[in-house]
């Protein structure tokens, strides 16, 4: 298990929930296709915080070029397997990386990328980090390219519970993961830097927001 409390508690989560969640891609990740076929063409797609990899392997099953990153070896390992359950020409359209996501999106060459995905994973990060990682995005993304990203809002019946919010299991051996709840306005503060908003939808009957954002064609 990782040394740093965030990841252990992923890393935990993971170990936990392996085989439980299905095969069937996410509501979020059906949300997102439409976006995806409005993106550049001839650039890849990336997602953040990939899991246990049934968005990723469901979109090479589709026949689009996906690099998963996550911070936890557990998550990497179990996409890695999702990855490999397929025919080697769809599997060859994919990777998972063990990283973090702004520094892996950092790493990009500039503009390379059609559409950056990620659920969940903004709700755990602090304000520099969610920063930093909407600036890596910005710069990865091709000019048009759409930032997809889904957060749970305020008042979702899981913020009086943090205790088994995901990456949260309930065990007080694991280090207790804080979460933020996001508004309506605030998603489309943070995407305001280099972006147009695109779409902001309020699901309201599981209290999540799904933002799309799309890079503006003068932005760095």
């Known amino acids: 298990m990782s040394d740093d409390p965030r990841t252990a508690a992923w890393d935990h989560y993971w170990t936990v929930v392996e085989g439980r969640l299905g095969s069937a891609p996410s509501g979020f990740l059906r949300w997102c296709l439409p976006w995806f076929e409005r993106a550049p063409a001839g650039a890849g797609l990336v997602e953040l915080g990939c899991g246990g990899g049934q968005d990723l392997q469901y979109l090479l099953r589709q026949g689009y070029r996906v690099r998963g990153v996550d911070a936890s070896p557990v998550a990497v390992a179990l996409t890695e397997n999702a990855i490999a359950e397929l025919p080697p020409d ?7 990386i063990r990283a973090d996501a702004a520094e892996f999106l950092e790493g990009l060459a500039p503009g390379s990328v059609a559409a950056v995905f990620g659920a969940v994973l903004y709700e755990t990060l602090s304000d520099d980090e969610l920063r930093r990682t909407f600036r890596a995005v910005r710069g990865a993304l091709a000019a048009g390219g759409f930032h997809l990203w889904c957060v749970r809002e305020t008042g ?27 508004t309506a306005a605030g998603c489309a503060e943070l995407g305001a830097d280099g972006f147009e908003p695109a779409a902001l939808e309020r699901r309201e009957e599981s209290h999540y927001l799904f933002v799309a954002d799309r890079k503006r064609p003068d932005a760095r």
């Open 156 to 182: 979702h019946p899981l913020e009086r519970t943090p205790d088994v919010l995901p990456p949260n299991t309930g065990d007080p051996r694991v280090p207790l993961v804080e979460h933020r709840f996001f």
């Open 90 to 96: 769809a599997a060859a359209r994919g990777s998972a």
